[in-house]
C-alpha cells in the first residue's frame, strides 16, 4: 500500500512491467503516464565532436544515430544539466556498435552494447581503411525537453475489467462456437463459472487473471456461459517499458517524485 492507493505487479524485470493501481481517478492515472514518458531526466549524447570520420556517412547522420542510444542513468547520481563524455574509436573493415563507446564515469554505459552505427571498411582503392574517432557529451536532461531523453518507450494504461457471468450460452450444432476476444488483465468476479487457464492456476475471486493464460478467448475461460465486461472503477493497467536507462522500478518510482515535487510547486505557488 502506498498512500491512499494501492499497487500489484502482475509481471516485471529490468524493462518491462505490468501492474494494476487501484483507488485513483482517470486524471491520476494520465499524470503517471505522462511523468513515465516526459518528467524523469534521463542522459543521452547531446554534442559529438568529429576528430575523424572517413565513412560513407555524414558526421550530422552519426551524431543523430549516437544521439538515440540509451545510456545508463543510476538513480540519484546526477543532477539535470550534468554531463558525462564519451568517446569512440573505430578502424575498418569492422562495424562500430554502441558499445564501442568508452565512458568517463564507468556508471554511464550504453543500455545496449550491439547497437550497429556504422560500418567501416576498407575498399580496395584506397590506401587506409575507414575510421570512426569523436567524442562526444551525453547531458542529463527529460523527455519533455527531446523524445531523446524518454526513459519510458512504451507507456500505456487502460481500465482494469471485470468479467460477470449473466447465463448460459445457446448451443448451435452445425454452427461453432465464436471466440469472444479480451486482452489483457481481468480481475476474477466469477470464479465458480470458470476454468484454469494454460497456468494451471484455479480460479478465486478478486485474482487478477492475465488473458494469454486462457489464449485471450474468454469461451476458453467460461465455457458455455454468456458473459459481460464491465470496467473495475478507479483502477488501471499499467503497461511500462523502459528503454534501459534504468529499470522499470526506478523509472516508476521517479515518476511518482515528480508528480509529488510538482504537487508541492502548485502548492506553494497557490499560498503565495
Known amino acids: 500500500m502506498t498512500g491512499d492507493f494501492e499497487v500489484q505487479f502482475i509481471d516485471r524485470d529490468e524493462r518491462k512491467a505490468r501492474f494494476v493501481v487501484h483507488d485513483v481517478t ?9 511523468a513515465l514518458i516526459a518528467d524523469v531526466p534521463t542522459l543521452s549524447i547531446d554534442s559529438v565532436r568529429i576528430v575523424e570520420n572517413s565513412s560513407v556517412m555524414f558526421d550530422e547522420q552519426i551524431a543523430l544515430r549516437l544521439g538515440l542510444v540509451p545510456l545508463t542513468t543510476p538513480a540519484g547520481e546526477f543532477e539535470e544539466g550534468d554531463s558525462v563524455t564519451l568517446a569512440m574509436d573505430v578502424e575498418g573493415p569492422a562495424t562500430a556498435y554502441s558499445g564501442d563507446l568508452v565512458s568517463s564515469d564507468a556508471l554511464v554505459q550504453p543500455a545496449d552494447k550491439n547497437i550497429p552505427i556504422i560500418e567501416l571498411k576498407y575498399p580496395e582503392t ?14 542529463m536532461s527529460r523527455g519533455r525537453e527531446h523524445a531523446k531523453n524518454q526513459g519510458g518507450v512504451a507507456v500505456g494504461y487502460r481500465h482494469l475489467q471485470t468479467v460477470d457471468v449473466v447465463g448460459d450460452r445457446e448451443s448451435f450444432e452445425d454452427e461453432p462456437t465464436e471466440p469472444n476476444i479480451l486482452r489483457g488483465i481481468i480481475k476474477e468476479s466469477s470464479a465458480e463459472h470458470a476454468v484454469a487457464g494454460n497456468d494451471g492456476v484455479e480460479p478465486a475471486n478478486g485474482q487478477l487473471v492475465a488473458t494469454e493464460t486462457f489464449d485471450n478467448d474468454l469461451t476458453n475461460r467460461y465455457p458455455g456461459k454468456e458473459v459481460a465486461v464491465r470496467d473495475v472503477p478507479n483502477a488501471f493497467v499499467f503497461h511500462v517499458e523502459s528503454d534501459g536507462s534504468m529499470s522499470v522500478d526506478e523509472l516508476v518510482l521517479a515518476a511518482s517524485d515528480t508528480l509529488h515535487d510538482r504537487a508541492d510547486e502548485l502548492e506553494e505557488a497557490v499560498s503565495l
Do not use: K, T, W
Request: proline residues 9%.
Open 26 to 34: 482517470p486524471a491520476f492515472a494520465n499524470g503517471i503516464r505522462r
Open 126 to 139: 584506397a590506401d587506409s581503411p575507414q575510421r570512426l574517432e569523436l567524442e562526444a557529451d551525453a547531458v
